[in-house]
Nanobody, 121 residues
């Protein structure tokens, strides 16, 4: 069983990227999914979450209105659409699964390996 993130890369300020989180070996729609990021020298922070019951979503203030989280249950995939990217969005982005949708990393018990996002001109 594993979670695999993809879609990271280099984007210009104001640009867009879409990250994907795919589950292998288990159904992702049975779990809350969170997206987190960690920049060098900084703590891992919650970016967005989506629950497993009503697809209710939450965002940290710094990305609200710019990022959108969504699910495609048929593809066992959760997406993070990132628009209007800023240099401070640069980080390694991780997805994780848990039983309760929230933005606290410690609440999630299964993690992917991460994908790097760099926003620079």
């Amino acid at each position: 069983v594993q979670l695999v993130e993809s879609g990271g890369g280099l984007a210009q300020p104001g640009g867009s990227l879409t990250l994907s989180c795919v589950s292998y070996g288990f159904r992702l729609d049975n779990y809350a999914v969170g997206w987190f990021r960690q920049a060098p020298g900084k703590k891992r922070e919650g970016v967005s979450s989506i629950d497993q019951y009503h697809d209710s979503t939450d965002y940290t203030d710094s990305v609200r209105g710019r990022f959108t989280i969504s699910r495609d249950n048929a593809k066992n995939t959760v997406y993070l659409q990132m628009n209007s990217l800023k240099p401070e969005d640069s980080a390694t982005y991780y997805c994780a699964t848990g039983n309760w949708a929230n933005l606290t990393p410690g609440s999630y018990n299964f993690w992917g390996q991460g994908t790097q996002v760099t926003v620079s001109s």
